[in-house]
T-cell receptor, first 114, second 117 residues
């Protein structure tokens, strides 16, 4: 069966410091990969998605970037964090047509920028 | 652009009460619909989903949802809630674009459900 893991689970970082959140998928190949953010008092917001290695689409212009160095690895990064980057970040994947578009989420990463 | 509205921010019920959480979306085409739940300290889990067919969908843990196309709604229901149903519930929609293609999944802001024992 397919699984998804992301880490770290919690992170407290000072303003201006870099960020790296990592996500890996197991048990499948060529998944569509996503990074979402859930900010306080708001719904889930799609940040980036990827349909293949090196293919990244950004939904919202911001201080963050994403990379997909391997088929089942998706990394969310920032060179300099802002206070507004605080929130709950979710990595997710879909399997394609046979899954009926169902999306599966990782455990989430709580980021607090201080 | 698509959007999803969940009108109730926080719902408080006593055990055995009936539950209905509203979800409305804006999109003129064919959609796939989902309800996700996030229990305290856990990650999001899929409760149920609708792609096509019977508009009344049954999910896990006694939950069901009804797709009413004319109202652009996909409300979540449970006849009798339990304390363990305390969680945050998210409605989500993506466009079924045909040929197996999909639009991105759009989430509502979530509804917190607190069930008093």
């Amino acid at each position: 069966s397919q699984t998804i893991h992301q880490w770290p689970a919690t992170l407290v970082q000072p303003v201006g410091s870099p960020l790296s959140l990592e996500c890996t998928v197991e048990g499948t190949s060529n998944p569509n990969l996503y990074w979402y953010r859930q900010a306080a008092g708001r719904g889930l917001q799609l940040l980036f998605y990827s349909v293949g290695i090196g293919q990244i689409s950004s939904e919202v212009p911001q201080n963050l970037s994403a990379s997909r160095p391997q088929d089942r690895q998706f990394i969310l990064s920032s060179k300099k964090l802002l206070l507004s980057d605080s929130g709950f970040y979710l990595c997710a994947f879909t399997l394609g047509r046979s899954s009926g578009n169902t999306i599966y989420f990782g455990e989430g990463s709580w980021l607090t920028v201080v | 652009a698509q959007s999803v509205s969940q009108h109730n921010h926080h719902v408080i019920l006593s055990e055995a009460a009936s539950l209905e959480l509203g979800c409305n979306y804006s999109y003129g085409g064919t959609v796939n619909l989902f309800w996700y739940v996030q229990y305290p300290g856990q990650h999001l889990q899929l409760l149920l989903k609708y792609f096509s067919g019977d508009p009344l969908v049954k999910g896990i843990k006694g939950f069901e949802a009804e797709f009413i196309k004319s109202k652009f709604s996909f409300n979540l229901r449970k006849p009798s809630v339990q304390w363990s149903d305390t969680a945050e519930y998210f409605c989500a929609v993506n466009a079924a674009l045909g040929g197996g293609s999909q639009g991105n999944l759009i989430f509502g802001k979530g509804t917190k459900l607190s069930v008093k024992p």
